[in-house]
């Protein structure tokens, strides 16, 4: 009936490639976020650890009985955990092209030794 030949997986992927404009860097087309979407970021990261922590350790004390104990224990660790995220999170934030701007202006990242 149909004597076309069926394109193979090669075909169709290079041919999502050139739709797509050959961006194939991993970043999915997302714009780097600006500053108040970093705080907002790391606020929201830190909560939610908070939140679990503290939902974790009130679960427990309803649990077993042992009320407030657990829940001030998993407070202490979901804070804990909240501070680590939020570490990590402005970590990747740091190599973001919008904090190597806001270096150049500020004029940090060229050595003024070097210049004379």
């Known amino acids: ?58 679960l427990l004390d309803e649990w077993l009985g042992t009320r407030p104990w657990l829940f001030v224990v998993f407070i202490f660790v979901g804070i804990a955990a909240g501070i680590l995220n939020a570490f990590r999170a402005a970590q990747r934030m740091g190599a973001t092209p919008l904090s190597r701007e806001s270096a150049e202006e500020r004029g940090e990242g060229r050595d003024e030794r070097s210049q004379g």
Not at 2 to 11: F, G
Not at 20 to 26: M, P, V
Not at 30 to 49: D, F, K, N, S, V
């Open 1 to 58: 009936m149909d004597d076309k030949p069926r394109p193979s997986l090669e075909d169709l992927d290079s041919r999502l490639r050139k739709a797509r404009g050959g961006n194939e860097s991993g970043s999915r087309g997302r714009l780097p976020g600006t500053r108040l979407g970093q705080a907002l970021h790391l606020a929201i990261e830190m909560a939610a650890a908070l939140a679990v922590g503290g939902g974790i350790g009130w």
